[in-house]
């Protein structure tokens, strides 16, 4: 179990975080923060997520890595704060953006370059550009009133940063039992195929044999790396051939949705005597 | 700890937060762009998760479930866009509050007055009315003028 003790500080950090952004959301109905009320809950929420990052965050690796990981996770949380805070919707997307670019910069930290590049690709370079044409098109400068409310800012607020104090409490609990094998710890890299089949009574599923196959492994026979798109691609197309021939199928079938939902008309049937005339949206 | 399991907490740590707020700004913001954003961001912090363990086991599960969740989050934007624009073009309006009255019947909807108190809010900054416009001093004759003078509050 975790100890009291080791629970105020990230708890006293969650709550700043939460008070910090809850200050920040609109009202509920509208009436303007004064702009002090509005520095001090950009500055408690910062407070309060950096204070947890710093705490828990240790350096991983080489300065240089933890450097970078750091930067890039700070620069998530704090244009996601931003993003969901923000009086405009264009500002938001640009914040989401840059949420973004952070994340990439963590994908290339874990050792995914791949992702990293069509997550800009797709993500940065599709979806938020998608986003802003749709902005144009339906925005109102920030001056409506859905911008300047929020529908529940102190539930929402309490729901949301009770439910990441959980994922933190349960991420605290497996770090202080971390040397003792066991149902609630952290299991040990590299020893997946060790510690599994050990365990009496444990059936061997599909899911373990698929995780120890050789195509599977980030790092091929003699240990070394495998090269990243070859490895990849090896895996996808061997591993999870299914999974891509369904993922390229759900990609179709959104396309027809979209056309479909955009352009109503009404379909000429064989049996009709004139043609019926077009559905206005 | 192991420096492996450090890097892995971290992960876990930032993909939570990031979850956490995407979460919060869905449940609390009207616009539906930005909540369509928040989600958006929701699904990063779950990519975060996902490759911080595929890193961890040595395994490339972790990025392939992470180019599923790409191309799912690519159709989510599409199909949510379309609802968009259709929604925007019969209400000309991005609130999300406006289609309340698609529920069950046996919830509750928001009385009107709530709403229509949120619709008379002030703007963040009080845009300036007719009694700070500068005043000219007249020069020549006064042009015949064609209705009513503007003297409403601008925007």
Redesign the interface.
Known sequence: MVSTLSLIYPTLAIAIGAVG?YLL??L?????RPGKVHLIGAVLAALG?LG??LG???L??PLLTGLF?FTF?IL??LG??L??T??S?ID??LW?AS??LA?TG??LI???P??AA??II??AG??IV??LF??M????E????????????GT??F???L??WC??YS?LAL?SE?TNLGVKT?????Q?NVFYPSRPGFPVTMVMD??NRS?????DAEGKPKPHVA??GE??YT??LI?VEL?GA??F???I??VA??NPKMPIRPGDSRPTSVVN? | ??????????????G??????????F?????M??M???A??ML?GT??TL??F????????G??F???I??????????A??????L???RS?????LWNEIREPSLETLDAS?IA?????????ATPGPESYPHLTPAGIEPSHPGQPWIERR?
């Open positions: 952004t959301l609109p509920r109905h509208g009436e303007a997520f947890l990052m828990y965050l240790s991983p690796g990981f996770s998530a949380i996601g704060i993003t969901v923000s009086r919707a938001s997307a989401f949420v973004v994340t963590l994908f874990a050792g995914a791949f992702l069509g997550t797709v993500y599709a979806i998608t986003f749709v902005i098109l339906a925005q109102m920030g001056k409506a009133a859905y911008d300047r409310t929020a529908r529940s800012p929402s607020t729901t949301c940063f439910l990441f994922l933190v991420l770090r971390f952290l299991l040990p890299p590299g997946l698929a995780a195509t599977s492994q980030l790092t490895g990849l895996t996808l591993d999870h999974t993922v759900l990609l079938i959104a396309l949705g979209a939902i955009i949206s | 700890m192991s420096e492996s399991a450090n890097m892995l907490m971290n992960y876990l740590l930032v939570g937060a990031l979850f956490a707020i995407g979460m919060l700004g449940l609390a913001r009207r616009n762009i930005v369509f954003l928040s958006e961001m990063q990519a975060l490759v911080g595929g890193q961890y086991h040595g395994n490339w599960t990025q392939v992470t180019i599923v790409l191309t799912v989050a690519a159709c989510e934007a599409s199909i866009l379309a609802l968009i624009v259709v925007y073009n019969r309006s991005l609130d999300i509050s709530s108190e949120a619709d008379q809010a002030e703007p963040v900054e925007s």
